[in-house]
């Protein structure tokens, strides 16, 4: 019997911008525009920041903190207060400042990247896609964009909003072609969309770009066994196999889609490599029954 294959999924929970992966919100950043008008003196963030690239996040929240009693507006404190109580799991309170820094900067870089980022951990969906689609408007920086691109469709899977969901990560990689491995991420979303033809088509065009994922092709395999078409699922088991020979699941899987095709003697070369692979399968008992009974023939 075919046990089927856990989608493989690599992205699992939203993306948030690590602190120090780009410019600090206490730093100069691209698009910074000159002021009109003379603007209140600027809150220090150095210390801050400081405790930032430590990771001291608590105590950096608590020198944010400090430092808005005098600067109530400062638009980057109120960012870098945002995102440091985001990555301290704080979120209803991250949400009211970065909605403080709307009102007063709605067009700073990576606001609504943070913004969608605190509507989402507080349940508003609808709200975070709202706010990423903002961010992809006003910010050209490739880094950002495509973890928008990757919340996006996060969000869109727990919808169960598969077609779009997959949009946004084909919009993945045509930002970043090198990010390889979202591939497999896309073939499992279509395989949840039941798009068994489409999935082998994303892991042959990831395999042309230099990615090639057995438990992806093994979950390919066990989605067109499902769906009763074997020949399909022996090639996409046989490719399972060939970037890892010694996947047990695949060999024994690769034997049962086989058997349903009438080629009982290459399924019999398979359930004896699978035993050699794994003698204590949770099967063994009745795979060695089986190739008793082929033996006694």
């Not at 949009?167 to 930002?175: H, K, Y």
Request: a negative charge; zero cysteines.
């Amino acid at each position: 019997m075919l046990r089927e294959g856990k989608l493989q999924f690599t992205l699992s929970a939203l993306f948030l911008i690590l602190l120090l992966s780009l410019p600090a919100a206490g730093q100069g950043e691209p698009g910074d525009t000159e002021p009109t008008e003379p603007l209140p003196e600027p809150a220090d963030l150095s210390v801050p920041n400081d405790l930032v690239r430590e990771q001291k996040y608590e105590e950096a929240e608590r020198a944010l903190a400090a430092l808005q009693q005098d600067h109530p507006d400062d638009p980057r404190l109120l960012l870098m207060r945002g995102e440091v109580l985001l990555a301290i799991g704080r979120a209803e309170q991250a949400l009211e400042l970065l909605q403080q820094t709307a009102a007063v900067d709605p067009e700073r870089p990576r606001l609504h990247f943070q913004l969608g980022t605190a509507r989402a951990a507080t349940g508003d969906r609808a709200g975070a896609l709202q706010a990423f689609a903002r961010e992809l408007e006003l910010n050209d920086d490739v880094q950002v964009k495509g973890m928008v691109h990757l919340n996006r469709s996060l969000l869109f899977q727990q919808d169960g909003k598969w077609d779009d969901a997959v949009s946004e990560l084909e919009r993945v990689l045509e930002l970043e072609p090198e990010r390889v491995q979202i591939f497999g991420d896309l073939a499992s979303l279509q395989l949840q969309a039941g798009k068994a033809d489409a999935a082998a088509e994303t892991l042959e065009r990831a395999r042309a770009a230099g990615f090639e994922s057995s438990p992806h092709q093994y979950s390919l395999g066990a989605r067109l066994y499902r769906d009763g078409r074997y020949e399909p699922a022996v090639e996409a088991f046989r490719k399972a196999l060939e970037i890892e020979p010694t996947m047990a699941s695949a060999e024994r899987s690769l034997a049962a889609a086989l058997e349903k095709l009438g080629r009982d003697d290459e399924a019999i070369q398979h359930l004896r490599r699978y035993l050699e692979l794994v003698p204590d399968a949770w099967d063994a008992d009745t795979v060695r029954k089986q190739l008793e009974a082929n033996e006694g023939r």
